[in-house]
């Protein structure tokens, strides 16, 4: 029986952005977690919510699920950026104003009064990831829009459990495959960082598989 909980989201079509490359990469994470853990050996539970709609109301309802009802050890939100040329670890988000229209044409009009970080050893993880040959940098701006929107919501329920990553649009440079292992090797930091038990299984797949190459 699983100890513990990581939930990973990412988000479904938008604005010209047919395959949202978060929706893939957290696909793949979740098929490699399968293959790579049974369900006797997997002490924490991973939960993959790839398709959250991209609306500020979706983004609220999922947000309050989560840590109302889940209630996770720990939380990635994953999101594309069309215009990366390499991960990006956000390290905060802030609480307006997200004036931009979603795909429902709502917007949120509150002003910027507050701005919280992520209590997580991001600059670490993002330290851990490129020494194993992962194409990463923190950022400390998600965008004012339904990526930074959803980060701040979790980032108020708890910022020592809560990170944004985006990713590049999927590409040779950037596949799903290559995503994937970014995340499944993010998990594995972070649940140290945390404290929460990481499968032999996976540490073993993690000291056996090269990153170097995308």
């Known amino acids: 029986m699983p100890e ?29 977690w399968s293959n ?11 939960i993959v919510i790839p398709n959250i709609e991209v609306s500020y109301e979706s983004a609220d309802r999922v947000t309050a699920n989560i840590w109302d009802e889940i209630k996770p050890d720990l939380v ?6 069309a215009g990366a040329e390499q991960i990006q670890i956000e390290t905060q ?21 507050n701005c ?5 050893n991001l600059k670490e993880a993002c330290k851990e990831l490129q020494n194993l040959g992962f194409d990463c940098a923190l950022s400390n701006d998600p ?11 979790s980032l108020e ?22 995503l994937g292992n970014f995340l499944l090797s993010l998990i594995s930091i972070l649940c140290r960082q945390c404290n ?8 073993s797949f993690l000291l056996e598989t090269n990153f170097t190459q995308k």
């Not at 909980?5 to 047919?18: A, D, E, H």
């Not at 930074?148 to 919501?153: D, H, M, P, S």
């Not at 329920?157 to 290559?178: C, G, K, M, Q, T």
């Not at 929460?196 to 540490?203: K, T």
């Open 4 to 32: 513990s909980k990581v939930i990973v989201t990412g988000f479904g079509p938008f604005s010209g952005i047919v395959r949202n490359s978060s929706t893939i990469a957290a696909l793949n994470l979740k098929n490699k």
């Open 36 to 46: 790579i853990l049974s369900d006797s050996q997997a002490s924490t539970e991973l």
């Open 76 to 81: 990635i939100h994953v999101g594309v950026n």
């Open 93 to 113: 988000s802030k609480s307006g104003p997200y004036i931009k229209g979603d795909q429902d044409c709502h917007q949120q009009d509150e002003l910027c009064i």
């Open 116 to 120: 919280i970080c992520s209590d997580l």
């Open 143 to 153: 965008g004012f829009y339904i990526c930074g929107y959803i980060y701040y919501r």
């Open 157 to 178: 329920r708890n910022p020592s459990r809560s990170v944004f990553i985006h990713v590049p649009l999927i590409s040779e440079s950037f596949s799903a495959d290559y």
């Open 196 to 203: 929460i038990p990481n499968s032999p299984a996976l540490n």
